[in-house]
């Protein structure tokens, strides 16, 4: 559980630091968040899948991270993670395999 606890909480320090330096730019940028992940034609769960498999080939840890946390709560099971992460590896190749065993190992600690 502590590498990805561990990233979430750099991420929730990071965010706070911006709020305080920078609440415009925060504000304006947690709307616009919101407003994307809202559900619409597709689904929430849906839009934060494609967001998991985005970061999967954009090799972001910390997306990978954030998108997982909000799946766990949308009650996405490890079925459609790794859905996600075949396609993911078909699309990137050995990277993309390297990534899903980071994903795979990130949803069982958050």
Known sequence: MEKGNSMLLQIEQGKSFLQETRPELIEKFNAFH????????????EKRLIGLGMALALKCDFCIGMHLKAL???????????????????????????????????????
């Open 34 to 45: 919101d407003t994307v992940f809202q559900d619409g034609i597709l689904s929430t769960k």
């Open 72 to 110: 766990k709560g949308l009650n996405a099971s490890l079925e459609e993670i790794l859905e996600v992460c075949s396609v993911g590896m078909l699309m990137h190749g050995g990277p993309g395999m390297a990534y899903s065993t980071l994903i795979i190992k990130l949803w069982n600690e958050i």
